[in-house]
């Protein structure tokens, strides 16, 4: 058995699929999550703990003891409409909620931490390509909060040897290849389940939001990057960490976009059914 992980917010998602690819990877791993967004079912084999991943009352004991090596970062909101909505709530738990998981981290001597960050740290970029380099300038409070967690994450990495991964994603899709984890949200806001849900059952419910942003068709254009290959991701960027490599900001995605249009044209194509969508303004927030 190789080193203990903890997972914050490891029964959403992406994080789910991150566990499924740690345990076989080898390593043993400790979910820390509230369950108000992730699933008990979705932790698998892994130890939980039911608990606010802001919370020196949950954190401390689980990093006691050293067994805990390195800590992979996902909890908190990432809704943009909702962040534009509710700022107070992502400052909180986003912001807030990290800066206690790295006081923890330094209080109990574990240096190694993968955020999960986001490409919404880049704001609009006007549709030039997006690289590390390019300086964070966001546009909404989710992006805000993501930014600000990334730079605190560099100062405790000058004032107290904390080193790190920060992966700045595109827009994670699918489903784990073996069909054991998929998405789950309630409600369910991201596009690609959206269109194929429409696909399936053909209410007629799938509203498009904004058809006059600046692209080709009109609407945004987002680079979609399968789950799995962001948890793979995730257990490299672990075994670079625990071997002593260097600290690192990378973007994950596969440096193609696809409009929300194009989505719904491929989902139609597979399908062999028409998929009707509504057209609605657009969300506040939302960068083309």
Request: proline fraction near 6%; glycine fraction near 12%; hydrophobic fraction near 35%.
């Amino acid at each position: 058995m190789k080193e203990g992980v903890l997972l914050t917010g490891g029964a959403g998602y992406i994080g789910s699929h991150t566990r499924k690819a740690l345990r076989k990877a080898g390593y043993r791993v400790v979910v820390l999550d509230d369950l108000s967004e992730g699933h008990r079912e979705a932790v698998g084999d892994a130890d939980l703990v039911v608990g606010d991943a802001g919370s020196r009352e949950a954190l401390d004991p689980i990093l006691a003891g050293g067994g805990v090596k390195a800590v992979i970062h996902f909890a908190g909101r990432c809704y943009v409409g909702e962040s534009v909505r509710r700022p107070r709530r992502y400052y909180r738990e986003n912001l807030v909620g990290s800066l206690a998981l790295l006081a923890a981290m330094v209080d109990a001597g574990v240096e190694a931490i993968i955020f999960s960050s986001s490409c919404a740290v880049y704001g609009d970029p006007g549709g030039e390509d997006l690289d590390e380099e390019r300086l964070p300038a966001p546009v909404n409070p989710y992006g805000r909060t993501k930014a600000a967690v990334e730079w605190a994450i560099r100062d405790h990495a000058r004032a107290y040897g904390l080193r790190y991964v920060i992966l700045r994603y595109f827009n994670a899709a699918g489903a784990d290849p073996e069909g054991e984890l998929g998405e789950d949200h309630d409600p369910e806001t991201h596009l690609v389940p959206l269109v194929i849900r429409e696909a399936r059952e053909g209410k007629g419910e799938l509203r498009v939001f904004g058809t006059d942003y600046p692209t080709p068709d009109g609407t945004c254009i987002r680079d979609y990057v399968h789950v799995s290959d962001l948890a793979d991701a995730h257990v490299r960027a672990v075994r670079h960490l625990l071997e002593g490599g260097a600290n690192e900001t990378l973007n994950l995605g596969t440096g193609t976009g696809h409009s929300v249009r194009s989505v719904i044209r491929a989902v139609a194509e597979r399908a062999g059914r028409p998929v009707r969508y509504r057209e609605a303004p657009r969300r506040p927030g939302d960068p083309p």
